[in-house]
Protein backbone atom coordinates (compact mmCIF):
# COMPACT_ATOMS: atom_id res chain seq x y z
CA UNK A 1 0.00 0.00 0.00
CA UNK A 2 1.23 3.56 -1.29
CA UNK A 3 2.57 5.10 2.39
CA UNK A 4 0.60 9.02 2.87
CA UNK A 5 3.34 11.58 1.72
CA UNK A 6 4.40 14.18 4.11
CA UNK A 7 1.36 16.89 2.99
CA UNK A 8 -1.21 14.47 3.19
CA UNK A 9 -0.17 13.19 6.49
CA UNK A 10 -0.28 17.06 7.54
CA UNK A 11 -3.88 17.14 6.29
CA UNK A 12 -4.83 14.17 8.24
CA UNK A 13 -3.73 15.14 11.14
CA UNK A 14 -4.46 19.01 11.50
CA UNK A 15 -8.13 17.57 9.87
CA UNK A 16 -8.21 15.03 13.26
CA UNK A 17 -7.36 17.75 15.15
CA UNK A 18 -10.06 20.27 13.83
CA UNK A 19 -12.88 17.39 14.11
CA UNK A 20 -11.47 17.17 18.04
CA UNK A 21 -11.98 20.89 18.88
CA UNK A 22 -15.44 20.94 17.34
CA UNK A 23 -16.59 17.59 18.45
CA UNK A 24 -15.81 18.62 22.12
CA UNK A 25 -17.50 21.77 21.97
CA UNK A 26 -20.49 20.14 20.37
CA UNK A 27 -20.58 17.57 23.15
CA UNK A 28 -20.16 20.32 26.05
CA UNK A 29 -23.63 22.20 24.83
CA UNK A 30 -25.01 18.58 24.23
CA UNK A 31 -24.45 17.64 28.15
CA UNK A 32 -24.52 20.87 29.26
CA UNK A 33 -27.72 20.02 31.53
CA UNK A 34 -26.16 17.23 33.02
CA UNK A 35 -23.17 19.40 33.57
CA UNK A 36 -25.44 21.99 35.22
CA UNK A 37 -27.46 19.52 37.55
CA UNK A 38 -23.86 18.40 38.66
CA UNK A 39 -22.38 21.56 39.27
CA UNK A 40 -25.69 23.06 41.09
CA UNK A 41 -25.85 26.05 38.54
CA UNK A 42 -28.66 27.05 36.28
CA UNK A 43 -28.53 28.27 32.70
CA UNK A 44 -27.39 31.71 33.48
CA UNK A 45 -23.67 30.64 34.82
CA UNK A 46 -23.61 28.23 32.37
CA UNK A 47 -23.99 30.51 29.59
CA UNK A 48 -21.31 33.33 31.01
CA UNK A 49 -18.98 30.32 31.21
CA UNK A 50 -19.69 29.96 27.72
CA UNK A 51 -19.24 33.70 26.63
CA UNK A 52 -15.63 33.43 28.06
CA UNK A 53 -14.69 30.71 25.91
CA UNK A 54 -16.32 31.99 22.76
CA UNK A 55 -14.38 35.63 23.94
CA UNK A 56 -11.11 33.29 24.48
CA UNK A 57 -11.69 31.29 21.51
CA UNK A 58 -12.17 34.22 19.05
CA UNK A 59 -9.26 36.55 20.45
CA UNK A 60 -6.83 33.48 19.91
CA UNK A 61 -6.66 33.40 16.15
CA UNK A 62 -5.02 36.45 16.03
CA UNK A 63 -1.86 35.79 17.85
CA UNK A 64 -1.66 32.16 17.31
CA UNK A 65 -1.57 33.03 13.59
CA UNK A 66 1.73 35.57 14.81
CA UNK A 67 3.08 32.69 16.59
CA UNK A 68 2.91 30.08 13.42
CA UNK A 69 4.46 32.37 11.33
CA UNK A 70 7.13 33.19 13.90
CA UNK A 71 7.91 30.04 15.91
CA UNK A 72 6.10 27.98 13.43
CA UNK A 73 2.84 26.20 12.33
CA UNK A 74 3.97 22.28 13.97
CA UNK A 75 4.63 24.12 17.65
CA UNK A 76 1.82 26.31 17.81
CA UNK A 77 -0.45 23.60 16.56
CA UNK A 78 1.43 21.09 19.38
CA UNK A 79 0.66 23.52 22.07
CA UNK A 80 -2.95 24.19 20.99
CA UNK A 81 -3.82 20.33 20.74
CA UNK A 82 -1.93 20.02 24.49
CA UNK A 83 -3.93 23.02 26.04
CA UNK A 84 -7.49 21.57 24.87
CA UNK A 85 -6.43 17.77 25.34
CA UNK A 86 -6.01 19.09 28.94
CA UNK A 87 -8.83 21.48 29.09
CA UNK A 88 -11.27 18.36 28.03
CA UNK A 89 -9.46 16.44 30.95
CA UNK A 90 -10.12 19.07 33.65
CA UNK A 91 -13.86 19.07 32.34
CA UNK A 92 -14.18 15.81 33.69
CA UNK A 93 -12.60 16.66 37.21
CA UNK A 94 -14.76 19.70 37.37
CA UNK A 95 -16.55 20.15 41.00
CA UNK A 96 -17.06 23.05 41.01
CA UNK A 97 -18.77 26.10 38.86
CA UNK A 98 -15.09 27.95 38.87
CA UNK A 99 -13.59 25.48 38.37
CA UNK A 100 -15.52 25.13 35.63
CA UNK A 101 -15.17 28.08 34.30
CA UNK A 102 -11.44 28.09 34.28
CA UNK A 103 -11.42 24.44 32.06
CA UNK A 104 -13.77 26.59 29.17
CA UNK A 105 -11.10 30.16 29.38
CA UNK A 106 -8.73 27.44 28.63
CA UNK A 107 -10.70 25.45 26.21
CA UNK A 108 -11.12 28.67 24.44
CA UNK A 109 -7.36 29.43 24.15
CA UNK A 110 -6.84 25.49 23.12
CA UNK A 111 -9.40 25.27 20.65
CA UNK A 112 -8.63 29.11 19.57
CA UNK A 113 -5.06 28.47 19.10
CA UNK A 114 -5.98 25.79 16.50
CA UNK A 115 -7.85 26.79 13.45
CA UNK A 116 -5.41 29.40 12.15
CA UNK A 117 -2.15 27.83 12.57
CA UNK A 118 -3.74 24.86 10.79
CA UNK A 119 -5.05 26.20 7.80
CA UNK A 120 -2.14 28.18 7.64
CA UNK A 121 0.03 24.90 7.70
CA UNK A 122 -2.50 23.65 4.92
CA UNK A 123 -2.17 26.42 2.33
CA UNK A 124 1.89 26.06 2.87
CA UNK A 125 1.26 22.65 1.63
CA UNK A 126 -1.18 22.50 -1.16
CA UNK A 127 -0.32 25.77 -2.97
CA UNK A 128 -2.54 24.47 -6.37
CA UNK A 129 -5.02 22.49 -4.51
CA UNK A 130 -5.70 24.29 -1.31
CA UNK A 131 -9.13 24.64 -2.18
CA UNK A 132 -9.91 20.82 -2.01
CA UNK A 133 -7.52 20.13 0.81
CA UNK A 134 -8.90 23.04 2.75
CA UNK A 135 -12.76 21.37 2.06
CA UNK A 136 -11.62 18.11 3.23
CA UNK A 137 -10.17 19.67 6.82
CA UNK A 138 -13.40 21.42 6.97
CA UNK A 139 -15.40 18.41 6.16
CA UNK A 140 -13.68 16.70 9.20
CA UNK A 141 -15.87 19.43 11.17
CA UNK A 142 -19.06 18.22 9.75
CA UNK A 143 -18.02 14.74 10.78
CA UNK A 144 -18.15 15.61 14.07
CA UNK A 145 -21.70 16.35 14.04
CA UNK A 146 -22.16 12.68 15.32
CA UNK A 147 -20.28 12.92 18.48
CA UNK A 148 -23.18 14.23 20.59
CA UNK A 149 -25.11 11.34 20.06
CA UNK A 150 -21.85 9.07 21.30
CA UNK A 151 -21.73 11.83 24.27
CA UNK A 152 -25.63 11.23 24.93
CA UNK A 153 -25.04 7.58 25.02
CA UNK A 154 -22.33 7.28 27.24
CA UNK A 155 -23.31 9.98 29.56
CA UNK A 156 -26.81 7.89 30.07
CA UNK A 157 -24.37 4.87 30.81
CA UNK A 158 -21.75 5.45 32.24
CA UNK A 159 -21.94 9.65 33.31
CA UNK A 160 -20.68 13.17 31.46
CA UNK A 161 -17.60 12.91 32.87
CA UNK A 162 -16.68 9.83 31.69
CA UNK A 163 -16.82 10.65 28.10
CA UNK A 164 -14.31 13.92 28.53
CA UNK A 165 -12.12 11.00 30.11
CA UNK A 166 -11.96 9.61 26.90
CA UNK A 167 -12.61 12.41 24.51
CA UNK A 168 -9.10 13.73 26.26
CA UNK A 169 -7.66 10.41 25.81
CA UNK A 170 -8.20 10.59 22.53
CA UNK A 171 -7.10 14.23 22.39
CA UNK A 172 -3.90 12.91 23.77
CA UNK A 173 -3.06 10.32 21.02
CA UNK A 174 -4.23 12.26 18.38
CA UNK A 175 -1.32 15.36 19.98
CA UNK A 176 1.26 12.54 19.90
CA UNK A 177 0.49 11.35 16.40
CA UNK A 178 0.69 14.89 15.27
CA UNK A 179 3.89 15.26 16.87
CA UNK A 180 5.57 11.83 15.22
CA UNK A 181 3.45 12.41 11.62
CA UNK A 182 3.52 16.14 11.29
CA UNK A 183 6.70 18.38 9.88
CA UNK A 184 7.34 22.23 9.95
CA UNK A 185 5.75 23.44 6.84
CA UNK A 186 6.80 27.21 6.74
CA UNK A 187 10.31 28.17 6.42
CA UNK A 188 10.70 30.51 9.96
CA UNK A 189 12.29 34.16 9.70
CA UNK A 190 15.63 34.79 11.67
CA UNK A 191 14.71 37.96 12.77
CA UNK A 192 11.41 39.14 13.12
CA UNK A 193 9.79 42.20 14.55
CA UNK A 194 6.33 41.17 16.14
CA UNK A 195 5.19 44.99 15.86
CA UNK A 196 5.33 44.88 11.97
CA UNK A 197 3.66 41.59 12.15
CA UNK A 198 0.85 42.78 14.13
CA UNK A 199 0.27 46.20 11.60
CA UNK A 200 0.79 44.08 8.67
CA UNK A 201 -2.38 41.87 10.47
CA UNK A 202 -4.41 45.16 11.27
CA UNK A 203 -3.25 46.67 7.55
CA UNK A 204 -5.07 43.40 5.91
CA UNK A 205 -8.80 45.28 5.29
CA UNK A 206 -7.66 48.38 3.13
CA UNK A 207 -7.26 45.90 0.17
CA UNK A 208 -10.57 46.46 -1.05
CA UNK A 209 -11.24 42.72 -1.95
CA UNK A 210 -10.20 41.51 1.44
CA UNK A 211 -13.16 44.18 2.80
CA UNK A 212 -15.38 42.51 0.11
CA UNK A 213 -14.95 38.84 1.40
CA UNK A 214 -14.95 40.09 4.63
CA UNK A 215 -18.03 41.52 4.43
CA UNK A 216 -19.69 38.54 2.74
CA UNK A 217 -18.07 36.26 5.24
CA UNK A 218 -19.89 38.00 8.27
CA UNK A 219 -23.07 37.87 6.12
CA UNK A 220 -22.85 33.88 5.64
CA UNK A 221 -21.61 33.99 9.28
CA UNK A 222 -24.89 35.49 10.68
CA UNK A 223 -26.71 33.01 8.59
CA UNK A 224 -25.17 29.47 9.54
CA UNK A 225 -24.94 30.57 13.44
CA UNK A 226 -28.92 31.44 12.86
CA UNK A 227 -29.61 28.31 11.29
CA UNK A 228 -27.18 26.23 13.88
CA UNK A 229 -29.47 27.97 16.70
CA UNK A 230 -32.31 28.37 16.02
CA UNK A 231 -33.46 26.16 13.28
CA UNK A 232 -34.86 23.22 15.04
CA UNK A 233 -37.01 25.67 17.09
CA UNK A 234 -38.52 27.50 13.64
CA UNK A 235 -39.21 23.95 12.62
CA UNK A 236 -41.16 22.91 15.84
CA UNK A 237 -42.89 26.41 17.06
CA UNK A 238 -43.31 27.73 13.36
CA UNK A 239 -43.71 24.83 10.58
CA UNK A 240 -45.24 22.51 13.61
CA UNK A 241 -42.94 19.86 12.94
CA UNK A 242 -42.36 16.86 14.98
CA UNK A 243 -38.88 16.26 17.26
CA UNK A 244 -38.00 13.57 14.82
CA UNK A 245 -39.14 15.62 11.85
CA UNK A 246 -36.65 18.34 13.19
CA UNK A 247 -33.90 16.04 14.13
CA UNK A 248 -33.56 14.47 10.71
CA UNK A 249 -33.78 18.05 8.91
CA UNK A 250 -31.13 19.05 11.55
CA UNK A 251 -28.93 15.96 11.18
CA UNK A 252 -29.08 17.28 6.91
CA UNK A 253 -28.42 20.46 7.79
CA UNK A 254 -25.60 19.74 9.78
CA UNK A 255 -23.69 16.42 8.41
CA UNK A 256 -24.23 17.38 4.77
CA UNK A 257 -21.34 18.93 4.32
CA UNK A 258 -18.91 16.20 4.96
CA UNK A 259 -19.51 15.23 1.48
CA UNK A 260 -20.32 18.84 0.03
CA UNK A 261 -17.43 20.51 1.13
CA UNK A 262 -14.28 18.49 -0.36
CA UNK A 263 -16.07 18.92 -4.17
CA UNK A 264 -16.93 22.33 -3.86
CA UNK A 265 -13.42 22.89 -2.57
CA UNK A 266 -11.89 21.34 -5.79
CA UNK A 267 -14.65 23.02 -7.77
CA UNK A 268 -13.15 26.43 -6.27
CA UNK A 269 -9.32 25.44 -7.14
CA UNK A 270 -10.43 25.97 -11.07
CA UNK A 271 -12.73 28.76 -10.99
CA UNK A 272 -13.34 31.83 -9.79
CA UNK A 273 -13.37 31.57 -6.01
CA UNK A 274 -16.25 34.41 -6.05
CA UNK A 275 -18.36 32.85 -8.48
CA UNK A 276 -18.10 29.94 -6.11
CA UNK A 277 -19.16 31.99 -3.46
CA UNK A 278 -21.98 34.05 -5.26
CA UNK A 279 -22.91 30.44 -6.44
CA UNK A 280 -23.27 29.23 -2.76
CA UNK A 281 -24.83 32.97 -1.40
CA UNK A 282 -27.39 32.76 -3.71
CA UNK A 283 -28.59 29.29 -2.74
CA UNK A 284 -28.48 29.94 0.75
CA UNK A 285 -30.43 33.32 0.23
CA UNK A 286 -33.48 31.06 -2.30
CA UNK A 287 -33.45 28.25 -0.10
CA UNK A 288 -33.82 30.47 3.29
CA UNK A 289 -36.66 32.74 1.34
CA UNK A 290 -38.56 29.03 0.54
CA UNK A 291 -38.47 27.34 4.09
CA UNK A 292 -40.33 30.99 4.85
CA UNK A 293 -42.61 30.56 3.01
CA UNK A 294 -43.25 26.67 2.78
CA UNK A 295 -44.95 23.82 5.65
CA UNK A 296 -44.28 20.82 3.38
CA UNK A 297 -41.91 18.38 5.52
CA UNK A 298 -40.72 17.18 1.91
CA UNK A 299 -38.87 20.69 1.09
CA UNK A 300 -37.70 21.79 4.03
CA UNK A 301 -35.54 18.52 3.72
CA UNK A 302 -34.30 19.89 0.48
CA UNK A 303 -34.03 23.16 2.15
CA UNK A 304 -31.49 21.61 4.76
CA UNK A 305 -29.73 19.99 1.75
CA UNK A 306 -29.38 23.24 0.08
CA UNK A 307 -28.36 24.97 3.33
CA UNK A 308 -25.73 22.74 4.73
CA UNK A 309 -23.97 24.36 1.44
CA UNK A 310 -23.55 27.36 3.12
CA UNK A 311 -20.66 26.12 5.78
CA UNK A 312 -18.97 24.99 2.64
CA UNK A 313 -18.15 28.64 1.52
CA UNK A 314 -15.70 29.14 4.80
CA UNK A 315 -13.12 26.97 3.17
CA UNK A 316 -13.84 28.75 0.13
CA UNK A 317 -13.08 32.09 1.54
CA UNK A 318 -9.66 30.68 3.55
CA UNK A 319 -8.19 29.48 0.23
CA UNK A 320 -9.10 33.20 -1.58
CA UNK A 321 -7.28 35.15 1.41
CA UNK A 322 -4.57 32.98 2.10
CA UNK A 323 -3.89 32.38 -2.14
CA UNK A 324 -3.80 36.11 -2.17
CA UNK A 325 -0.76 36.73 0.93
CA UNK A 326 2.48 35.21 0.66
CA UNK A 327 3.76 32.80 3.33
CA UNK A 328 5.82 34.83 5.47
CA UNK A 329 2.72 36.67 7.33
CA UNK A 330 0.38 35.00 6.17
CA UNK A 331 -0.93 33.33 9.88
CA UNK A 332 -1.32 36.51 11.60
CA UNK A 333 -3.05 38.01 9.09
CA UNK A 334 -5.81 35.02 8.46
CA UNK A 335 -5.57 35.19 12.31
CA UNK A 336 -6.61 38.83 12.53
CA UNK A 337 -9.51 38.66 9.94
CA UNK A 338 -10.44 35.54 11.85
CA UNK A 339 -10.74 37.74 15.30
CA UNK A 340 -12.56 40.14 13.19
CA UNK A 341 -14.94 38.00 11.71
CA UNK A 342 -15.89 35.43 14.94
CA UNK A 343 -16.37 38.81 17.34
CA UNK A 344 -19.07 40.31 14.83
CA UNK A 345 -20.42 37.32 14.32
CA UNK A 346 -20.69 36.60 18.06
CA UNK A 347 -23.93 38.64 19.14
CA UNK A 348 -25.97 36.78 16.29
CA UNK A 349 -27.93 34.29 18.47
CA UNK A 350 -28.64 37.29 21.11
CA UNK A 351 -30.05 39.16 18.05
CA UNK A 352 -31.91 36.64 16.81
CA UNK A 353 -33.34 35.26 19.88
CA UNK A 354 -34.78 38.42 20.47
CA UNK A 355 -36.46 39.42 16.98
CA UNK A 356 -38.01 35.97 16.54
CA UNK A 357 -39.47 36.60 20.13
CA UNK A 358 -40.72 40.08 19.22
CA UNK A 359 -41.31 39.72 15.35
CA UNK A 360 -41.53 35.60 15.21
CA UNK A 361 -39.00 33.12 12.76
CA UNK A 362 -40.73 34.07 9.71
CA UNK A 363 -39.32 37.64 9.56
CA UNK A 364 -35.55 36.58 11.50
CA UNK A 365 -35.50 34.12 8.78
CA UNK A 366 -36.38 37.04 5.96
CA UNK A 367 -33.74 39.25 7.22
CA UNK A 368 -30.95 36.52 6.66
CA UNK A 369 -32.49 35.53 3.15
CA UNK A 370 -32.28 39.66 1.92
CA UNK A 371 -28.59 39.84 3.65
CA UNK A 372 -27.77 36.79 2.02
CA UNK A 373 -29.40 37.85 -1.77
CA UNK A 374 -27.49 41.46 -0.90
CA UNK A 375 -24.37 39.75 -0.72
CA UNK A 376 -24.61 37.69 -3.73
CA UNK A 377 -25.23 40.62 -5.70
CA UNK A 378 -22.08 42.38 -4.31
CA UNK A 379 -19.94 38.64 -5.20
CA UNK A 380 -21.83 39.17 -8.91
CA UNK A 381 -20.87 42.69 -9.48
CA UNK A 382 -17.30 41.39 -8.25
CA UNK A 383 -17.08 38.35 -10.47
CA UNK A 384 -18.45 40.22 -13.89
CA UNK A 385 -15.60 43.07 -13.06
CA UNK A 386 -12.84 40.40 -13.18
CA UNK A 387 -14.66 38.51 -16.32
CA UNK A 388 -14.39 42.03 -18.09
CA UNK A 389 -10.41 42.17 -17.44
CA UNK A 390 -9.40 38.65 -17.84
CA UNK A 391 -12.50 37.13 -20.25
CA UNK A 392 -12.62 33.88 -18.34
CA UNK A 393 -13.77 32.27 -14.85
CA UNK A 394 -11.16 30.33 -14.70
CA UNK A 395 -8.71 31.73 -12.62
CA UNK A 396 -6.85 30.96 -9.27
CA UNK A 397 -8.09 33.57 -6.61
Known sequence: MKSLSKSQMALACVSLGWFLVLAGRLSISTLLVNIEDSLGIGHAEAGLALTGMWLV??????????????????????????????????????????????????????????????????????????????????SAGS????????????ALHYGWRIFFFVLAAVSFFSTYLFFRCAEESTRL??????????????????EYDVLLIFLVNLTLTFAWI???????????????????????ALMILATTGIFLKPFI?????????????????????????????????VV???????????????????????????????GGKLGFYRTLVIL?????????????SRYGFDTSFLVLSVLLFMSSFVLLISVARNFKVNKTWVVIS
Open 57 to 138: YALMQFPSGIASDVRGRRGSILLAMTVFSLAYLLVGFSVSYLMFVFTLLLLGLGGGGFPTAGIAMITDLFKEKKGKALGLQS
Open 300 to 330: VFVISFVLSSTSAAFPVISSYLTGRWEEKGR
Open 189 to 206: PKKVLLRSRFVEGVAILR
Open 226 to 248: GFMSFFPAYLIEGKMLSEFETSV
Open 265 to 297: GAFSDRFDKRLVLFVLSFFSAAATLFLVFTDSI
Open 143 to 154: LAGVVPVFASIV
Open 344 to 356: AGSPTSAVIGVSA
